[in-house]
């Protein structure tokens, strides 16, 4: 049957409505349905590279932070000294701008004082000893006053033990220190501990110390095996001395300003999650530090191991004399930590 004009008019009109009518019921579903929820995404920020025990320990963090919270919060990790050098990045955390960091205890002790007592040399038995302390009363006194800094303490990282190095000649004594010009963290502790020695201490940003020893700026530095390794600075520093000076606990801070718009519980989350991260790092470390010391040695450097360290631990006492009332008070009680 043929349809007339009107007909035809009539029946595509009612087709436009139809379709119309199906869309709007579609649009008017999708309204109803729930939007998804954006992750709430973190920065921390790492000197390391990626391949570093401590870089692997901050992805290991953050892989159970996004697991534990069902991925509602996302903390992504940028390595390599991406978002700026150690000092320049805990003001950043101190404000919020970036929301954690992993460092040294070093630079942090600029920030607050009493964290100079965990880099005073020879201060630990042992390692187990250091790992007693962070992990009991004591270290969460440590994180605790942190806060007035507008700083939250996540987590310890295994530092190793800090040995010299340099580009000048073996170091078998203190008296084989003075002179050289021994680049230090950015804290007035690590300069009176290398000053004691007789050696030039001179603070450094720490992605600056290959260029200072190739050039002669420096003559050395200290660090760990990794450290010392990763780098390359046993390239240009060949005389590395197994002294073991400190134990420099690496920690991972948070900004107050961005973690108290967490709820409390999802801070708990990442507290545990970082006290969780431990010891996958630790295993890390302890097989990263084998393979360092192993690469070094293969690279030509000439190892002085320290049996009798009297002579080195007698040079300190100066340094312990000058700490405040509460730095001596809180090394008298790590000490009775057994």
């Known amino acids: 049957m043929k349809l007339s004009k009107f007909a035809l008019a009539a029946l595509a009109t009612l087709t436009l409505a139809t379709f119309a009518f199906a869309e709007g019921q579609k649009d008017a579903g999708s309204a109803a ?26 992805m ?10 069902g991925g509602r919060i996302v903390i992504e990790v940028y390595p390599g000294s991406q978002l700026g050098q150690e000092k320049a990045v805990i003001e950043q955390v101190q404000f919020g701008a970036i929301d954690f960091t992993r460092v040294s205890v070093s630079p942090l002790a600029a920030f607050v004082k009493l964290f100079d007592t965990l ?42 033990a800090r040995n010299f190095y340099n580009s000048k000649r073996p170091v078998s004594k ?21 000053s004691a020695f007789g050696a030039v201490a001179t603070p450094m940003p720490y992605g600056e110390v290959y260029s200072g020893l190739q050039t002669g700026v420096i ?20 005389y590395y001395t197994l002294d073991e000076h400190t134990r ?31 010891p996958y790092q630790r295993q890390l470390w302890a097989e990263r ?26 040079r300190m006492q100066v340094l312990y004399a000058k700490q405040s009332n509460e730095i001596q008070a809180l090394i008298k009680r790590i000490n009775e930590v057994k």
């Not at 009363?137 to 303490?153: D, Q, R, T, V, W």
């Open 119 to 160: 880099q005073l040399p020879y201060l630990y038995r042992s390692e187990d000893h250091m790992w007693k302390v962070l992990l009991g009363p004591i270290g969460k006194e440590l994180f605790a006053s942190l806060e007035p800094a507008n700083f939250i303490g996540i987590g310890w990282f295994e530092p190793g």
């Open 60 to 69: 290991k963090f953050a892989e159970l932070v996004k697991e534990r919270t």
């Open 289 to 314: 530090e084998k393979a360092s010391e192993a690469k070094v040695r293969a690279g030509g450097s000439i190892i002085t191991k320290i049996d009798d360290k009297a002579p080195w631990q007698a």
């Open 248 to 278: 420099v606990p690496e920690i991972i801070i948070g900004s107050k300003i961005s973690l108290q718009k967490l709820s409390a519980e999802d801070q708990a989350i990442i507290k545990q999650a970082a006290l969780d991260a431990i």
């Open 174 to 194: 203190p008296e084989d220190l003075a002179g050289l010009k021994i680049r230090v963290q950015e804290s007035e502790l690590m300069v009176g501990l290398v």
């Open 219 to 238: 003559d050395g530095a200290e660090n760990n095996w990794p450290s010392y390794e990763s780098t390359s600075h046993f390239e240009v520093a060949k």
């Open 33 to 58: 349905a729930p939007a998804a929820v954006k992750p709430i995404v973190l920065r921390l920020a790492e000197t390391h590279p990626v391949d570093y025990p401590t870089t692997k320990g901050d």
